[in-house]
């Protein structure tokens, strides 16, 4: 069965530079989801969107920015990378029939800021 | 808003025998969903278990289950017969039904051991 997949599975960038994370949700799901989780930390949400508009912000930094498509990808873009952005970030994807409870998290992409 | 509690950060088990994790929660709402998530080394977030607040009956998934007590706001996972698999991060999560929205409230997680 398909996943959801994220691309690229590992990103270094400098500080300050920017970054782009994809989420390809699984065919037919409606929503999205990221996640950002530190070294030795749980999964903090960051923000959701739902046919293509933002439902739902968690403690996503103003320097992040994020979208959902008309074919459903979502892409988080982050800038003026610091540091502390060294994080792994998760996609999960739900579909809205039903109550959306059922969530399924992508491997991740693994952002190192150096 | 809503808060989970996991307080083992570690625990370790011995292959075949049966450990329990413990979660706590704190929400004013009357219905939600409850999960149960393993993060092996590969760190891919797996779902275990899930149980609805509205269920009075424990959700099981072969040797994992739970023990909901609504009224304590403690939601345990049980996992049976333990195999070196298991190994892993568990985290205990919360989820408002919608409208609230659907964000996953995860707790400080759990790190089993499992050892042959």
């Known amino acids: 069965a398909a996943g959801v997949i994220q691309s690229p599975r590992h990103l270094i960038k400098e500080k300050r530079e920017t970054a782009t994370l994809k989420c390809y949700p699984i065919p037919r799901h409606d929503t999205v989801y990221w996640y950002q989780q530190g070294p030795g930390q749980d999964p903090q949400f960051l923000i959701s969107f739902y046919e293509k508009m933002q439902s739902d912000k968690g403690s996503i930094p103003d320097r992040f920015s994020a979208q959902q498509f008309s074919d459903y990808h979502s892409e988080l873009n982050m800038s003026s990378l610091e540091l502390g952005d060294s994080a792994l970030y998760f996609c999960a994807s739900s579909s809205a029939e039903g109550t959306n409870e059922k969530l399924f998290f992508g491997s991740g992409t693994q952002l190192s800021v150096l | 808003a809503q808060t989970v509690t996991q307080s083992q950060p570690e625990m370790s088990v011995q292959e075949a025998e049966t450990v329990t994790l413990s979660c706590t929660y704190d929400?004013?709402?009357?219905?939600?969903?409850l999960f149960w998530y393993k993060q092996p080394p590969s760190r891919q977030m797996i779902l275990v278990i899930r149980?609805?607040?509205?269920?009075?009956q424990n959700a099981t998934e072969n040797r994992f289950s739970v023990n909901f007590q609504k009224a304590a706001k403690s939601f345990s996972l049980k996992i049976s017969d333990s195999q070196l698999g298991d190994t892993a991060m568990y985290f205990c999560?919360?989820?408002?039904?919608?409208?609230?929205?659907?964000?996953?409230?995860f707790g400080e997680g759990t790190q089993l051991t499992v050892n042959p």
């Open positions: 149980q609805e607040a509205y269920k009075q």
């Open positions: 929400t004013s709402e009357s219905n939600y969903y």
């Open positions: 999560a919360f989820m408002n039904l919608p409208p609230s929205g659907s964000r996953l409230t």
